[in-house]
């Protein structure tokens, strides 16, 4: 890991198909390490061919090899399939008190377009991994539920994807107009989740997108 911290360390310094200039002492401070450990990772990076290194005097000069590059590049898109399983890990949070209100207002076309009568209010969850909400959504295709006008008032399409919490089915709810930031999932469910589940404001919960 502290080798992968360290080459992640000298590309964010520039250092991706061209030397650039390093202490020891620099990069044992950033990750935290003595200066011996950064001495021995740098000499296994170099003999596994992901940096080149080139000391003067007692200036020393790093690059990130084409391989070494190569292989951030592959782990960057593991990552990237890691964090796209749709899978939410979340921590309950309290919302600004609308959800009853436009959960009220949309609860027919839920009822359309989920196929369940939506519980008068919402689920908010802080998402603590993927890094926001989208992050887990971004292979799931959304149900469209359409806006419409009453009252004088617009209200926007919402994007709806389909979720599972302890078996329980429900959907994610995103109106082309939130105040909600990407790291908060707003959720409808028939049946009121915090009570069916015993939930409350810190306790830890595992969404499933369904496809």
Known sequence: MKKIKLLVLLAGRGA?????????RELANELNVSPQTVLRL????????LIKRLVEGKRTFIEVTPEGAGFLRDL???ISKALSTGVIIGEVVSGLGEGA???KQ????IREYLGFEPYPGTLNVRVLFPKTVFDALCNARPVIIPGFTRGGRTFGDVKAYRVRIDSIEGAIVIPSRTVHPPKIAEIVAPVK???KLGLR???RIRIEVVE
């Open 106 to 109: 949309y609860s027919p076309l």
């Open 201 to 203: 404001d810190g306790d």
């Open 42 to 49: 740098l000499g296994e990076m170099e003999e596994e061919g």
């Open 101 to 103: 209100y436009y959960v």
């Open 193 to 195: 989740l915090r009570e």
């Open 76 to 78: 960057c898109e593991e």
């Open 16 to 24: 991706v198909g061209k030397k650039v200039r390093v202490t020891v």
